[in-house]
């Protein structure tokens, strides 16, 4: 069974985000990852472990799945809109600013059943 999770429009570059996921990509288990990411020195690390515990959550609220059967298939980081801004200059001109967003996706896998009874 398929767990889903995910943020949209997160204020920080997907560059940024990439290289706190990529370093906890070959992790299976999502306690591990957390534990992991509570020393990672990052901005970033707040945001992916957040969408981690959340991903958690769903799956043992709404499909009464144990935590610790979950693993991570996916995690993907993509972009979201671009916010173009600018900067004012010397003699009349003007620098862009880009303000970047990302969108961050979860996927746990469980290979039991839930439902609202718990397994069926």
């Known amino acids: 069974m398929l767990i889903k999770a995910e943020q949209k429009y997160i204020r920080m570059s997907p560059r940024k985000i990439r290289l706190v996921v990529d370093s906890v990509r070959g992790i299976k288990l999502p306690q591990q990852v957390l534990l992991y990411l509570e020393h990672v020195n990052k901005r970033a690390a707040g945001v992916v472990s957040k969408l981690i515990k959340q991903a958690i959550a769903n799956a043992t609220n709404n499909l009464s799945l144990p935590a610790d059967k979950l693993t991570i298939k996916e995690l993907q980081v993509g972009g979201g809109p671009v916010y173009k801004r600018g900067q004012p200059v ?31």
């Open 90 to 120: 010397s003699r009349g001109r003007f620098h862009p600013v880009l303000k970047r967003t990302s969108h961050v996706r979860i996927v746990l896998e469980s290979k039991e059943r839930g439902g609202k009874n718990g397994k069926r």
